[in-house]
């Protein structure tokens, strides 16, 4: 497998995969090929934009997009997305993605990553598996409209 920065030229097969994941089973959305690329243009197109794809062969298997922004203590990462082709899943590249994403933020001076994600599913369990906590005293809020 190969870890390499993502670029403008891998978002078309991205937002295939996207679909794929998160209209799927535990979020059933109701992504398409237009708007899953438009979520992960606006990703791409952030300032301080940070991503990674993970290939075997020519086969794109997962990636992980997001984006610094600065805070008191240094660059935090606010990772916006992550996902991994469906039936790649349970064979350690969300966790590879993860290793190589921290190393390229360490880099950088990053002093943290943030994140959102489904409370109590297999998407919790695995950012845990991977050594993050849930913040004690932060919640997020939201309003629809």
Same mark, same amino acid.
């Given at each position: 497998?190969?870890?390499?920065?993502?670029? %403008?030229?891998?978002?078309?097969? !991205?937002?295939l995969?996207?679909?794929?994941? /998160?209209?799927? $089973?535990?979020?059933?959305?109701?992504? +398409?090929?237009?708007?899953?690329? #438009?979520?992960?243009?606006?990703?791409?197109?952030?300032? *301080?934009? %940070?991503g990674? @794809? @993970?290939? +075997? +062969?020519?086969?794109?298997?997962?990636? %992980?997009?997001?984006?610094?922004?600065?805070?008191?203590?240094?660059?935090?990462?606010n990772?916006?997305?992550?996902? @991994?082709?469906q +039936?790649? #899943?349970?064979?350690?590249?969300?966790?590879?993605?993860?290793?190589?994403? $921290?190393?390229?933020? &360490?880099?950088?001076?990053?002093? &943290?990553?943030?994140? /959102?994600? &489904?409370? *109590?599913?297999?998407? $919790?369990? /695995?950012?845990?598996?991977? *050594?993050?906590s849930q913040?004690?005293?932060?919640?997020m809020? !939201?309003? &629809?409209?």
């Amino acid at each position: 497998m190969k870890v390499e920065k993502l670029d %403008v030229r891998h978002l078309k097969e !991205c937002s295939l995969i996207y679909v794929e994941t /998160f209209n799927g $089973e535990p979020w059933n959305d109701k992504w +398409d090929t237009t708007t899953s690329y #438009k979520r992960l243009e606006d990703i791409y197109n952030t300032p *301080g934009f %940070v991503g990674l @794809v @993970v290939y +075997d +062969d020519e086969k794109l298997l997962g990636a %992980v997009l997001g984006n610094l922004e600065q805070w008191f203590e240094g660059y935090m990462y606010n990772l916006k997305e992550m996902f @991994v082709k469906q +039936d790649e #899943k349970g064979k350690g590249i969300g966790s590879l993605l993860m290793m190589e994403l $921290e190393k390229s933020l &360490s880099q950088l001076g990053t002093t &943290s990553i943030s994140l /959102f994600t &489904s409370k *109590g599913d297999l998407t $919790e369990k /695995f950012y845990m598996k991977n *050594g993050y906590s849930q913040e004690e005293d932060m919640i997020m809020m !939201c309003k &629809s409209l």
